[in-house]
């Protein structure tokens, strides 16, 4: 070897050994860091905080007639009355206003050392807010709904944007501005060292006729550390029964006085968006405040107004049932949407019981979701130390096909029963005792069910084979090894419903009881009443625990709708309460069913409960004609 | 004086940016505009997050009794007040200053001052206001 060939050898060596002692080049892929503690600023909207917003005051909110006619009824003292609001944590739409300081913290996959998401806590909210920045898809329409809903955050720049679904129902304002669980929210944070600047805005079909766009500014406080906060719900009223305090439309007397006190004209303390430009205030400073602190009944008449009556002009569509999908719901409880009335099932060892079976249309479609719950049940690969013997999981998965065990249907509503002859005659029909049929439940209902049933002459394939008489029956053995329990629920939507509580999944089965979206489908004809509903909805949620800070916990599936929790069932238990006390009213005094109707008393509640054609109408006629018919 | 009065003014102030710790608005369910007194012996204390309770129960001229539910700062606030589950015994005679709800007919009320009348010792519900 020459030397110019030893040099080289050398040089390359060098070069070699330089490279191995370089440190990796770090990869960013996020191009601010917000993790660390924050303080909040009280700099902006103090008297939003301290004492907080006064009846009626709308200033900066681009609301529509149905938000006003909502808030104007509103009573504050519903949060100290129930233990279901008193715990409930702010939404992304509301909460960089309140004053919450707040921990961000970092998770990175330990494999790819890639930012999968932000876990963000507050001081007042129910754990922990994930924003994930791992590009999942977006859960089901039908999946549980929760305060903090789905983010998923995207770097714009120096910017993150975070984008929240699946939402409650919560507000803007503290004085009943409502926002709906339609309701979108966007973040925008951006850093300023020491400073985080949060613009958040709310986008809400339901209530806001354009985006809501606001502000609050965070600093950095290393050293703070947020506070427990162990929230315990306290009962106010032991021993009386719940109440809803609210105020009859046109009777609040406190929507003058944050005009009164501020001395700001009351068109502006109204809102809308409107009052939000600045081309508004060359009106604004023409207009004198209230000089006195008055009762004022305010007139509705914008669109959101009529939302029921455009419902019920659209012009019936067939059902496609078309995207008839599967959903998790607790423990072995799953899901099957999209085919009609919400079908509940529980799969497992022993095999498959259904609660309802949806609309005839859809059966083949409900069975090929059952068929693909079956096949999430089967192990990737049996342990190699399975018992030789077998077992109870084998046994059922020997079978190619799931085996539906019997049916449970909670009405005789013909989207949760349609399903019944064309399930039964489907060979994944096993049931129990199949050798000797007389001695299995095969459909089961209450007996009023199977009687209404009888009575309209539908076929008998359809009809229930069992039934039950008492307040409520609890199948002979465990199913899926878990109690299963069915409760009667008189005078509700008809006299026959019943819910069915899956008691080691705790999960439960509410048929139209309780529809998320919808109002109730009550029919007097059929023994239903408003009076028997709000009892089953405060059956149901006697039946339920949350899990922490009003969500989660025990899941109810409604007849029509998302996943839901207690907090959710209260919340619609609320609202009837509303309404059958306004429809009380005017049945007090001496109303027509065509005037209350013309009244419109569901107007500020249509937007989220009566986008279907008719189910408003039905609704206020139910009411009327179940608070007129006690009164006789 | 002048001195005074600048001094004052601070502590206005200061007062008046201490944020209330309130979860819903007090603004909105109380009349903070409006003060009541309650006199009657204390049931309950339920020290909690996000709001404390007091029950008082107080008696009608008739004998009829009526239970009034007082709300108050989170347990965290009320301890730094000195209000902690050995402030009260059961059945002792208080006096409760507060703001009346908004709410027609309720017995619901936010506090402002309560004096325990055996001895006259009396707590308010601001920051480092104890009033003895």
Request: with cysteine; proline share 7%; net charge neutral.
């Given at each position: 070897?020459?030397?110019?060939?030893?040099?080289?050898?050398?040089?390359?060596?060098?070069?070699?050994a330089?490279?191995?002692?370089?440190?990796?080049?770090?990869?960013?892929?996020?191009?601010?860091?917000?993790?660390g503690?924050?303080?909040?600023?009280?700099?902006?909207d103090?008297?939003d905080?301290?004492?907080?917003?006064?009846?009626?005051?709308?200033?900066?909110?681009?609301?529509?007639?149905?938000?006003?006619?909502?808030?104007?009824?509103y009573?504050?003292?519903?949060?100290?009355?129930?233990?279901?609001?008193?715990c409930?944590?702010?939404?992304?739409g509301?909460?960089?206003?309140g004053?919450?300081p707040?921990?961000?913290?970092k998770?990175?996959?330990p494999?790819?050392?890639?930012?999968?998401?932000?876990?963000?806590?507050?001081?007042?909210?129910?754990?922990?807010?994930?924003?994930?920045?791992d590009?999942?898809?977006?859960p089901?329409?039908?999946?549980l709904?929760?305060?903090?809903?789905?983010?998923?955050?995207?770097?714009?720049?120096?910017?993150l944007?975070?984008?929240t679904?699946?939402?409650?129902?919560?507000y803007?304002?503290?004085?009943?501005v409502?926002?709906?669980?339609?309701?979108t929210?966007?973040?925008?944070?951006?850093l300023?060292?020491?400073?985080?600047?949060?613009?958040?805005?709310v986008?809400?079909?339901?209530?806001?006729?354009?985006?809501?766009?606001?502000?609050?500014?965070?600093?950095?406080?290393?050293?703070?550390?947020?506070?427990p906060?162990?929230?315990?719900?306290?009962?106010?009223?032991?021993?009386?029964?719940?109440?809803v305090?609210?105020?009859l439309?046109?009777?609040?007397p406190?929507?003058?006085?944050s005009?009164?006190?501020?001395?700001?004209?009351?068109?502006?303390?109204?809102?809308?968006?409107?009052?939000?430009y600045?081309?508004?205030?060359?009106?604004?400073?023409?207009?004198?405040?209230?000089?006195?602190?008055?009762?004022?009944?305010?007139?509705?008449?914008?669109?959101?107004?009529?939302?029921?009556?455009?419902?019920?002009?659209?012009?019936?569509?067939?059902?496609?049932?078309?995207k008839?999908?599967?959903?998790?719901?607790?423990?072995?409880v799953?899901?099957?949407?999209?085919?009609?009335?919400?079908i509940?099932?529980?799969?497992?060892?022993?095999g498959?019981?259904?609660?309802?079976?949806?609309?005839?249309?859809?059966?083949d479609?409900?069975?090929?979701?059952?068929?693909?719950?079956?096949?999430?049940?089967?192990?990737?690969?049996?342990?190699?130390?399975?018992?030789?013997f077998?077992?109870t999981?084998?046994?059922?998965?020997?079978?190619p096909?799931?085996?539906?065990?019997?049916?449970?249907?909670?009405?005789s509503?013909?989207?949760?029963?349609?399903?019944?002859?064309?399930?039964?005659m489907s060979p994944?029909?096993?049931?129990?005792?199949?050798?000797?049929?007389?001695?299995?439940?095969?459909?089961?209902a209450?007996?009023?069910?199977?009687?209404?049933m009888?009575?309209?002459?539908?076929?008998?394939?359809?009809?229930?084979?069992?039934?039950?008489?008492?307040?409520?029956?609890?199948?002979?053995?465990?199913?899926?090894?878990?109690?299963v329990?069915?409760?009667?629920?008189?005078?509700?939507?008809?006299?026959g419903?019943?819910?069915?509580?899956?008691?080691?999944?705790?999960?439960?089965?509410?048929?139209?009881?309780?529809?998320s979206?919808?109002?109730?489908?009550?029919?007097?004809?059929?023994?239903?009443?408003i009076?028997?509903?709000i009892?089953?909805?405060?059956?149901?949620?006697?039946?339920?625990v949350?899990?922490?800070?009003?969500?989660?916990?025990?899941?109810?599936?409604?007849?029509?709708?998302w996943?839901s929790?207690?907090a959710?069932v209260?919340?619609?238990?609320d609202?009837?309460m509303v309404?059958?006390?306004?429809i009380?009213?005017?049945?007090d005094k001496?109303?027509?069913?065509?005037?209350?109707?013309?009244?419109?008393?569901?107007?500020?509640y249509?937007?989220e409960?009566?986008?279907?054609?008719?189910?408003?109408?039905?609704?206020?006629?139910?009411?009327?004609?179940s608070?007129?018919?006690k009164?006789? | 004086?002048?001195?005074?009065?600048?001094?004052?003014?601070?502590?206005?102030?200061?007062?008046s940016?201490?944020?209330?710790q309130?979860?819903?608005?007090?603004?909105?369910?109380?009349?903070?505009?409006?003060?009541?007194?309650?006199?009657?012996?204390?049931?309950?204390?339920?020290?909690?997050?996000?709001h404390?309770?007091?029950?008082?129960e107080?008696?009608?001229?008739d004998?009829?009794?009526?239970?009034?539910?007082?709300?108050?700062?989170t347990?965290?606030?009320?301890?730094?007040?000195?209000?902690d589950?050995?402030?009260?015994k059961?059945?002792?005679?208080v006096?409760?200053?507060?703001?009346?709800?908004r709410?027609?007919?309720?017995?619901?009320?936010?506090?402002i001052?309560?004096?325990?009348?055996t001895?006259?010792?009396?707590?308010?519900s601001?920051?480092?206001?104890?009033?003895?």
């Open positions: 070897m020459n030397r110019v060939k030893r040099s080289e050898t050398a040089g390359i060596v060098i070069l070699l330089s490279l191995a002692a370089r440190p990796a080049v770090a990869q960013e892929n996020s191009p601010i860091d917000l993790t503690t924050w303080r909040w600023i009280n700099h902006e103090e008297r905080r301290n004492p907080g917003a006064f009846p009626g005051d709308y200033r900066g909110l681009p609301l529509n007639d149905a938000a006003r006619m909502r808030a104007d009824t009573d504050e003292e519903v949060n100290s009355t129930s233990t279901l609001l008193q409930r944590p702010r939404t992304p509301y909460q960089p206003k004053l919450d707040m921990r961000i913290d998770v990175v996959d494999l790819t050392r890639q930012l999968v998401a932000y876990r963000v806590s507050y001081e007042k909210t129910a754990g922990e807010r994930v924003i994930w920045f590009g999942r898809p977006s089901s329409p039908y999946a709904h929760s305060w903090d809903g789905f983010s998923t955050g995207k770097f714009r720049g120096d910017t944007e975070i984008t679904t699946h939402l409650k129902e919560s803007v304002r503290r004085n009943g409502a926002t709906s669980f339609r309701a929210v966007i973040e925008h944070m951006s300023e060292e020491p400073y985080l600047e949060v613009t958040f805005t986008i809400d079909p339901d209530y806001l006729t354009e985006p809501l766009v606001r502000s609050a500014t965070y600093m950095r406080a290393p050293t703070l550390q947020l506070p906060y162990p929230c315990q719900p306290e009962e106010n009223q032991p021993g009386e029964k719940y109440r305090p609210h105020y439309p046109g009777e609040n406190y929507l003058t006085e005009g009164f006190k501020y001395k700001a004209p009351q068109e502006g303390v109204r809102g809308g968006a409107d009052t939000l600045p081309e508004w205030r060359a009106r604004g400073v023409t207009l004198a405040p209230p000089a006195t602190q008055s009762t004022i009944k305010p007139v509705y008449t914008d669109a959101s107004t009529h939302i029921a009556e455009r419902a019920d002009a659209l012009r019936p569509r067939a059902p496609a049932y078309d008839v999908e599967a959903v998790h719901v607790a423990g072995n799953y899901l099957i949407a999209g085919a009609g009335g919400n509940v099932v529980s799969a497992g060892g022993d498959i019981v259904m609660v309802d079976s949806g609309a005839a249309a859809a059966s479609r409900v069975l090929t979701a059952v068929r693909q719950i079956h096949q999430t049940l089967r192990p990737p690969e049996m342990p190699e130390s399975a018992s030789p077998g077992n999981w084998q046994a059922a998965h020997a079978f096909e799931p085996m539906i065990r019997m049916i449970i249907n909670t009405s509503n013909p989207d949760h029963v349609g399903g019944n002859a064309n399930i039964r994944m029909f096993r049931l129990l005792g199949y050798r000797d049929p007389s001695l299995s439940l095969q459909v089961f209450h007996a009023a069910v199977q009687r209404r009888v009575e309209a002459k539908a076929p008998n394939l359809l009809v229930p084979t069992d039934t039950y008489l008492s307040d409520s029956y609890t199948l002979y053995r465990f199913f899926n090894n878990q109690a329990q069915i409760f009667h629920m008189p005078r509700a939507i008809t006299d419903d019943s819910v069915v509580w899956f008691r080691r999944s705790d999960a439960i089965a509410a048929g139209d009881v309780y529809n979206d919808i109002y109730p489908p009550i029919d007097v004809d059929k023994g239903g009443s009076n028997g509903e009892d089953a909805l405060n059956k149901l949620i006697g039946m339920s949350t899990e922490f800070m009003a969500q989660g916990g025990t899941m109810i599936v409604p007849g029509h709708g996943i929790d207690a959710d209260g919340n619609y238990r609202m009837l309404i059958r006390d306004r009380q009213a005017m049945v001496g109303m027509t069913l065509a005037q209350v109707k013309a009244a419109k008393p569901t107007m500020d249509d937007p409960y009566g986008r279907e054609p008719g189910v408003t109408s039905r609704l206020v006629e139910a009411v009327y004609r608070l007129k018919e009164k006789k | 004086m002048r001195r005074a009065s600048f001094a004052l003014v601070v502590a206005a102030a200061l007062l940016s201490v944020p209330i309130a979860h819903h608005s007090f603004g909105g369910t109380y009349d903070v505009s409006k003060l009541i007194t309650i006199k009657g012996k204390m049931v309950q204390v339920t020290l909690r997050a996000p404390s309770f007091l029950y008082v107080v008696e009608d001229t004998g009829s009794t009526k239970q009034w539910v007082i709300e108050g700062a347990a965290a606030q009320f301890a730094r007040q000195g209000i589950k050995d402030a009260f059961i059945g002792d005679p006096e409760v200053v507060a703001n009346p709800s709410s027609p007919n309720s017995t619901h009320a936010r506090l001052k309560i004096t325990r009348t001895d006259g010792k009396s707590w308010g601001k920051t480092g206001e104890t009033v003895e």
